[in-house]
T-cell receptor, first 115, second 112 residues
Framework: EAGVAQSPRYKIIEKRQSVAFWCNPI?????LYWYQQILGQGPKLLIQ????????DSQLPKDRFSAERLKGVDSTLKIQPAKLEDSAVYLC?????????????FGPGTRLTVT | GQSLEQPSEVTAVEGAIVQINCTYQ??????LSWYQQHDGGAPTFLSY????GLEETGRFSSFLSRSDSYGYLLLQELQMKDSASYFC?????????????FGSGTRLQVQP
């Protein structure tokens, strides 16, 4: 089966600019996650969707970050305006809603550099 | 809150056995997962423990002690391709919501 797709793979922007990332989860996966991974750290959950509803966005900096999941499938994550500290890899993951092992499948990520 | 502790780096030689420990403090604990991530790659699932004891999957095994808030990942017959970062992650449940919290990762370097 096809894995989680993300685009773009790399993005370089200047601070105060805006940027958007796209994710297409594995077909049939109801749960979708966006993580931020800063170099040398583990992934940090930003937002979790169940179908097209938000389950958890407690760690999303809502003054500058926004996310949506259209029709319970694809999702976009936006940053506006970007700050230097937003430089990181943004990972999208998906999982089956009732997976016993709670296995998450990650996409290749988008590496964002803010200058 | 949630906190996880694991060593930042481990070095071992090909063919050896290495153990990566993870201690955690968390509320609503449900289970412990392990993920592998090669440089520039995506994290990939290795194992999950919900109950105390050892789970074995090929060369990799994972252990959990809920009473000690402790787990480890055991890698046997190390190969060069095992050089990667390994993350423990706690699965928590609250009000029907399941979430993973990742540790900072252990960078494993396998030497010839």
């Amino acid at each position: 089966e096809a894995g989680v797709a993300q685009s773009p793979r790399y993005k370089i922007i200047e601070k105060r600019q805006s940027v958007a990332f796209w994710c297409n989860p594995i077909s049939g996966h109801a749960t979708l996650y966006w993580y931020q991974q800063i170099l040398g750290q583990g992934p940090k959950l930003l937002i979790q969707f169940q179908n097209n509803g938000v389950v958890d966005d407690s760690q999303l900096p809502k003054d500058r970050f926004s996310a949506e999941r259209l029709k319970g499938v694809d999702s976009t994550l936006k940053i506006q305006p970007a700050k230097l500290e937003d430089s990181a890899v943004y990972l999208c993951a998906s999982s089956l809603a009732q997976a016993g092992r709670y296995e998450q499948y990650f996409g290749p990520g988008t590496r964002l550099t803010v200058t | 809150g949630q906190s996880l502790e694991q060593p930042s780096e481990v070095t071992a030689v090909e063919g050896a056995i290495v153990q990566i420990n993870c201690t955690y403090q968390t509320s609503g604990f449900y289970g412990l997962s392990w993920y592998q991530q090669h440089d520039g790659g995506a994290p990939t699932f290795l194992s999950y423990n919900a109950l105390d004891g050892l789970e074995e999957t090929g060369r990799f095994s994972s252990f959990l002690s809920r009473s000690d808030s402790y787990g480890y990942l055991l890698l046997q017959e190390l190969q060069m391709k095992d050089s990667a970062s390994y993350f423990c992650a706690t699965l928590t449940m609250s009000t029907g919501r399941r979430a993973l919290t990742f540790g900072s990762g252990t960078r494993l370097q396998v030497q010839p």
